[in-house]
Every structure is written in C-alpha cells, then in structure tokens.
C-alpha cells in the first residue's frame, strides 16, 4: 500500500479522515512511501503547532515518533535517487497541461510505480485526478 505523506501525517493528527485512514493502514500488510516524507511529515506536524492544534512540545513527540517509525522502517520508505527524480520528470512531461500535478506528488507518483504498486492512498485532488494519467488507482477515504 502506497501512501503520500498526508496520509502518513494523518496516522499522527486528527484531522478529518484520520479514523478511517488509521483503519486502512492498519489492515494493510504493508505501507510504502517516499523518503520525501522524512520532511513533508516533518512540515505538517509542524504546521499543526503553528496553527495551534498541537503544542510544540506535543508536536515535537509526534516528529520523534514518526522518526523512530522510519528507522523501525514501519513506513517503508523508498530512497530518492536520480532515477526516481528523472521518471518523475518523464510523468510530469507526459501529462496533459490541463492535468495540474506538484513536484512532490510527481515524486510520490513515480515512487509507487518505482515500488510496483496499483494504487495510490491520498486525499489530495491533484495527486488522485493524476494517478490515472500514470496507470495508478487513485484511492481515497
């Protein structure tokens, strides 16, 4: 199972959805990410102290959680090498200009087909409406 880093974060905050996305990584056998989410985790957990739904020492323990998460490899993430970077840039490339698509979530697109997966979990409406576009199943709570 192959999740972008908000559904990672939403393992550690409330936020909407975060019951089912729990519910859904909990069931699965395996979860895989990008090593991009080392920081993207990071940032949102951060963001939640900034805008006031965590505390910054509340933040901080759930950062030192994700951290020893990732090195127990919970999370399974994959290295971002340069042939990551350049299939990234070859899906990028390849999508219609109508098909709106950010660098980060090119990377997660081409880490899960690097990972040999099906489908992609986020409840991101760029990353979802492009996943098509690159032979993954887009999947959301």
Known sequence: M???SAYIAKYYVNEPDAPAVRKVIRKAPSVCSCSLALVEVTCALQRHAR???LTQPQARELIDLFRSHVQDDVWGLLPMTQGLLNRA???VRS???DTPLRAGD???L?????AGE?????ND???LGAAAHVGLVGRSV
Not at 110 to 114: F, T
Request: glycine residues 4%; negative net charge.
């Open 2 to 4: 192959y999740l972008d």
């Open 51 to 53: 805008e006031g739904s």
């Open 106 to 108: 090119a990377i997660h």
């Open 125 to 127: 409406r760029h990353l």
């Open 95 to 97: 999508l219609k200009l």
């Open 110 to 114: 081409a880490a899960a087909l690097e």
């Open 89 to 91: 840039a070859a899906l």
């Open 118 to 122: 099906v489908e992609i979990w986020t």
